[in-house]
């Protein structure tokens, strides 16, 4: 008997590549090794459990390739897709500007119901790098995008700077809950000859 | 067994709630006096009869112990339809199916009928360590959506007996016109000329 | 991003014949043992798992292979523990991915269903990359249906938004393996209906797990009959042997009932018909049948009362719900009626009273239960023509001595009457007692009767083999199909007599075996 319910979601992270997303992912989920399939299919995949408020989610973390190559296979990938982290690197702009591609990218193909709503949530990386002097764009910089973007939640971090990373997840967590509410899905169809209810009926196929 | 003046009542009765509350536990206990630890969960409705014998009346309960899995959800008013009376169980060491059984209960004032009797049970009343859900919290709601409020505990039958004997008291004491169980009777002739031609 | 210009490793990945390559990869990081690309041994990278877990530790579990040994079927299948085991599994867990075969169900977005074992939710990194896999292959506009990574096959089936996948290394064929899938489908339909397509399409995102809750048991039981129940391959059902008097009495009560405006009536022993009748042009299908049965009997709520649930029949119509009352008379003995009107329970209750009724006049049930006792036709009791005796010097398989089986060494049979969509089946006797001995019988069934019906070739009239196990034979004609198993030093001309009185045999006793008259394709 479930005491509480389980939630499963699914988490895309997008960003270009070498912004660090597949180490941040690593010490999100606590794994010993990296995967080595990224090149080959695309993504890597990760699950992390998140207890929040007496409910218990399951994130279904896609760590996709970041490589023009796998574009196309974006519908795919990002098909029912709860939540999105954009990631970039705090010391290049390119990876910054991006995130805007990535973004539009994403809604497109993912083509949410709700695209204004949509969770995303974003995370600038590789604050620690060099003692932050390499740092090009500032952190007022990236969250004025974020904010222009319908208020984007917004973190910084580091490869040894845990907790950031926590609240980020569990932030887009809470707004992928919220996005989601409950309105009943399930209607199945009955075969209804003779009542005078008004339940589909789909004919007898005999 | 009617005697002169004693009234012989039928009346439907479904059992609503969450997975786990222990709807099929407080059915088996009230019908056939038993309790399983580990009750298996329900599939579809499960259909049981028990008559009560109240001060005037004699009430032939016809049981619907439905299944709490969501899946059944939608197709719960078949069973709730032109039900006399209602149970909505929850299990007072889980706030979840407190708040499931307030949905359920609003359900059935939106769309059942206005002189159906509903009960609330609080159940699993025997795990005192364990209560999440206090009495006047669910007093307190059954109070203010016209429902009675009863903690019972199928596995020691605190409770069992009076929950239905309650309602026997509150069913109305005139019937209906039309086929008190609120089905309606098939007529044969009809099947006849539906099957014949819809699988023609 | 939106402007990318196609970089030559474009084109690379979208041609399907090279999309193997990076299956292959992709598999055998998902450490399944071996990595064989056509007929090339590769050194096994010792990668980690498919995706990260964090929720717990790995456990490294011994595998425990359930294997019981039992004289009957029917006490091997009670000593099998229903539901799902090994619940706390994960892909991190050496012993998940040692089992033998799993099966999953996922959504088109890569979202876990249901997984045979182990935990969904653990396993949702697993089921993504599945989703990936299919999805990497559809998108080269190819349609991946087996890909084979060492000694594990994997078989994968699209039906609608909703990707069943099978990862096996029992040595079944892909047709099997495929058919099991699709009865794995048929079985999901069968509690939900195809109304979760619509959930889908109105929602990519929709977690479809919660709606199955409470069904473990049903999959379970269904999967673990792949093992031992025939009708899984054969997509024909059995009957309980008894008395065509009896059996009679039985199937007119039953046609009664349909003319009263019940689709189907079905009174069922275990997994074996009774009788059954349907209206006037409804035809159930075996695997309807098969599936309707797997259902009440895995699910211990029926037993406790009668009851009304909604059921769809997937090959009769899997858009929608049909209302089935299903009422135990005893441990064994059931009967499902099944409506097409949601207020029909009071009728079809009463039309339960009228078969109790048929049922104790003609002490059915008492006949029934002696039937389960007795059991089926026995190869030790087939009659043998003395005259046959085989006249070479081979020294074995000539008489009945206990232990021995049949004679000539007839270990086993599955007779199949085309026209009835029944079998029968021997009861199993030694040297076939263990359930492994069984399985293993029914695998080399299995591969017998894909070789017969193997597409493009089939069917074939007859053939004969042997191994070290067995030796088999199979004879398919208009009318009928055998197959029987004996002594791998059994001799063949006496082998193939026997067969001939198998068959003579079955016809002897057609009317105590086999429900006359009633075939469902055919009213």
Avoid at chain 2, 16 to 41: M, Y
Avoid at chain 3, 19 to 41: A, D, H, K, R
Wanted: with cysteine; hydrophobic share 35%; proline share 4%.
């Amino acid at each position: 008997m479930p005491s509480r319910r389980r939630t499963l979601l699914k988490v895309i992270i997008l960003g270009d590549s070498g912004v660090g997303k597949t180490s941040l992912m690593n010490q999100y989920v606590n794994k010993k090794f990296s995967n080595q399939y990224k090149a080959t299919i695309g993504a890597d995949f990760l699950t992390k459990e998140v207890h929040f408020e007496d409910r218990l989610f399951t994130l279904q973390i896609w760590d996709t390739a970041g490589q023009e190559r796998f574009q196309s296979l974006g519908v795919a990938f990002y098909r029912g897709a709860d939540c999105c982290v954009l990631v970039y690197d705090v010391n290049s702009a390119k990876s910054f500007e991006n995130l805007n591609n990535w973004r539009d990218e994403f809604l497109i193909q993912a083509s949410p119901s709700d695209p204004e709503n949509f969770p995303f949530v974003v995370i600038g990386n590789k604050i620690d790098v060099d003692g932050g002097n390499s740092r090009v764009v500032s952190e007022k910089k990236a969250r004025a995008w974020c904010a222009s973007k319908g208020n984007i939640p917004y973190y910084e971090t580091s490869a040894k700077e845990g907790t950031n990373v926590e609240d980020a997840f569990l932030c887009i967590t809470k707004d992928a809950m919220k996005s989601g509410e409950e309105e009943e899905m399930y209607l199945p169809d009955t075969i209804d000859v003779g009542t005078s209810n008004t339940q589909r009926s789909s004919g007898c196929e005999c | 067994m009617a005697t002169p003046g004693n009234k012989s009542i039928n009346a439907k009765l479904v059992l609503l709630g969450d997975v786990g509350a222990g709807k099929s536990s407080l059915v088996l206990r009230f019908v056939k006096d038993q309790f399983v630890e580990f009750q298996e969960s329900t599939i579809g409705a499960a259909f049981f009869s028990q008559t009560l014998a109240v001060n005037d009346a004699t009430v032939k309960f016809e049981i619907w112990d439905t299944a709490g899995q969501e899946r059944y959800h939608s197709l719960a008013p078949m069973y709730y339809r032109g039900a006399a009376a209602a149970i909505i169980v929850f299990d007072v060491t889980n706030q979840a199916s407190f708040e499931r059984a307030k949905k359920w209960v609003q359900e059935l004032l939106a769309q059942g009928n206005p002189n159906m009797v509903m009960a609330l049970a609080g159940n699993k009343s025997d795990l005192l360590d364990a209560r999440k859900v206090t009495a006047e919290e669910a007093e307190t709601y059954a109070q203010e959506n016209s429902l009675f409020f009863m903690e019972t505990s199928a596995k020691t039958a605190a409770n069992v007996k009076e929950i239905f004997y309650e309602i026997a008291k509150r069913l109305p004491r005139v019937q209906p016109t039309e086929n008190p169980t609120g089905m309606v009777l098939p007529d044969r002739s009809m099947d006849r000329a539906v099957s014949a031609s819809c699988c023609a | 991003m939106t402007s990318s210009s196609p970089s030559s490793s474009d084109t690379e990945f979208a041609d399907p014949d090279t999309i193997s390559e990076p299956l292959q990869s992709q598999l055998e990081s998902m450490n399944l043992s071996g990595g064989v690309t056509n007929g090339s041994l590769r050194e096994e990278p010792p990668s980690p798992t498919s995706s990260g877990y964090d929720g717990g530790g790995a456990s490294e579990d011994e595998i425990r292979e359930a294997s019981v040994d039992a004289d009957t079927a029917s006490q091997h299948e009670a000593a099998w523990l229903p539901g799902k085991r090994h619940v706390h599994e994960d892909d991190a867990s050496i012993s998940w991915r040692k089992r033998k075969k799993h099966f999953f169900i996922l959504s088109n977005s890569g979202k876990p269903i249901y997984s045979r074992y182990g935990d969904e939710h653990k396993l949702a990194g697993f089921s993504a990359t599945l989703q990936a896999i299919i999805s990497f292959v559809e998108n080269g506009g190819d349609r991946v249906n087996l890909v084979k990574a060492g000694i594990h096959q994997v078989v994968f089936l699209v039906k609608g938004p909703i990707y069943l996948v099978c990862i096996s290394c029992t040595d079944e064929t892909y047709d099997f393996l495929r058919g099991q899938l699709d009865l794995l489908y048929g079985q999901m339909i069968l509690i939900l209906t195809k109304s979760i397509d619509r959930c889908f399409e109105k929602n990519a995102k929709f977690d479809m797990t919660p709606l199955l809750g409470g069904t473990d048991a049903v999959f379970s039981s269904l999967v673990h009959s792949f093992s031992w129940n025939p009708a899984t391959f054969l997509h024909a059902y059995t009957c309980l042997p008894l008395q065509y008097a009896l059996r009679q009495a039985a199937g007119t009560i039953l046609q009664d009932i349909c003319a009263s405006g019940v689709l189907f009536s079905l009174l069922m022993c275990r997994h074996k018909v009774i009788s059954l009748a349907g209206a006037q042009k409804a035809s159930l299908h075996p695997d309807d049948l098969l599936l309707f049965s797997n259902f009440v009997m895995s699910s211990e709520s029926f037993r406790t009362s009668e009851s009304f649930s909604p059921i769809c029949l997937p090959r009769y119509n899997p858009q929608a719900f049909l209302h089935a009352y299903v009422h135990f008379f005893d441990d064994d003995t059931y009967v499902m009626l099944l409506t097409t009107r949601s207020d029909a329970f009071y009728h079809l209750k009463d039309c339960r009273i009228r078969i109790e009724a048929v049922l104790l006049k003609s002490n059915i049930l008492g006949m029934v239960q002696r039937s389960i006792a007795e059991g089926g036709m026995r190869v030790e009791d087939l009659p043998i023509d003395r005259r046959q005796k085989p006249s070479s010097t081979n020294n074995q398989g000539q008489d009945t001595a206990v232990g021995t089986g049949g004679p000539f060494g007839l270990w086993h049979f599955i007779y199949r009457s085309i026209y009835l969509d029944q079998y029968v089946s021997s009861e199993f006797s030694p040297p076939v007692t263990s359930h492994r001995q069984q399985k293993s019988l029914y695998r080399a069934y299995q591969k017998l009767y894909a070789s017969m019906h193997e597409k493009g070739l089939g069917p074939h009239k007859t053939q004969y083999r042997r191994d070290e196990n067995y030796t088999l034979l199979c004879w398919v004609t208009p009318d009928f199909e055998l197959y029987a198993a004996f002594d791998p030093l059994a001799d063949k001309a006496m082998a193939i007599k026997m067969c001939n009185q198998v068959c003579q045999r079955v016809k002897d006793v057609e009317n105590e075996v086999f429900l006359q008259g009633a075939s469902p394709f055919s009213w």
